[in-house]
């Protein structure tokens, strides 16, 4: 089992739709967790941090659950400029830090 | 100007032969990584180095060596390249002062050996 998991997609969306992901992991003693984003060919770049509380960035909201080990990450309104692959990134501090595999967003006009 | 840099952008390279990839940061962190990414596998650490003269090994280090003689630099060799080290290749760093915080990679080198 991976030590952390995403649905690779892709997700097929037309604008302006409701997507959510989800990412799960496996070490309970994880302690912080991001969703980065990756356009095609380009280096992946912090999307946001996810917070315990859950928190919210414009159209854009992580939450985290510790009970059920997993993060999911909400996209409102969607945009054709959503389009790109989204990796869940789980650390359990110091250098040991897991990159999900990617789930791919397309976002059709 | 990138704040990671990482030449050659792109290397096509024959089976056997040395290459080494370079990485160099203006933002004066201390941490810097190498990752390699496949499709379908995600980013995997191959090194990692917390300061200049430290090295330390990643999940998949076999067949890689890297150096740090400069906080800003830091230097991945593959001694002789197979066709499944075909990747591209990120370098990235991170500031440890601002706790367990966002990476920043620079823009990879497509590597193909063939």
């Known amino acids: 089992r991976k030590e952390v998991e995403q649905d690779p997609g892709p997700f097929n969306v037309p604008e302006g739709a409701t997507v959510a992901f989800n990412c799960t992991y496996s070490?309970?003693?994880?302690?912080?967790f991001f969703w980065y984003r990756q356009d095609c060919r380009k280096e992946p770049k912090l999307l946001m941090s996810v917070y315990s509380s859950g928190n919210e960035d414009g159209r854009f909201t992580a939450q985290l659950n510790r009970a059920s080990q997993y993060i999911s990450l909400l996209i409102r309104d969607s945009k054709l400029s959503d389009s790109a692959t989204y990796l869940c990134v789980v650390s359990t501090g110091g250098f040991k830090t897991i990159f999900g595999a990617g789930t791919r967003l397309f976002v059709k006009a | 100007d990138a704040d990671v840099t990482q030449t050659p952008r792109n290397r096509i390279t024959k089976t056997g032969k040395r290459i080494m990839l370079e990485c160099s940061q203006t933002?004066?962190?201390?941490?810097m990584y190498w990752y390699r990414q496949d499709p379908g596998l995600g980013l995997r650490l191959i090194y990692y180095?917390?300061?200049?003269?430290?090295?330390n090994k990643g999940e998949i280090s076999d067949g890689y060596s890297v150096s740090r003689q400069a906080q800003a630099k830091f230097s991945l060799s593959l001694e002789s390249a197979i066709p499944n080290q075909t990747a591209l290749y990120f370098c990235?760093?991170?500031?440890?002062?601002?706790?367990?915080?966002?990476?920043?990679f620079g823009q990879g080198t497509r590597l193909t050996v063939v």
């Open positions: 180095s917390f300061d200049v003269k430290d090295i």
């Open positions: 933002k004066g962190h201390d941490r």
């Open positions: 990235a760093t991170s500031d440890s002062s601002q706790g367990n915080t966002e990476a920043f």
């Open positions: 070490n309970s003693a994880s302690q912080s």
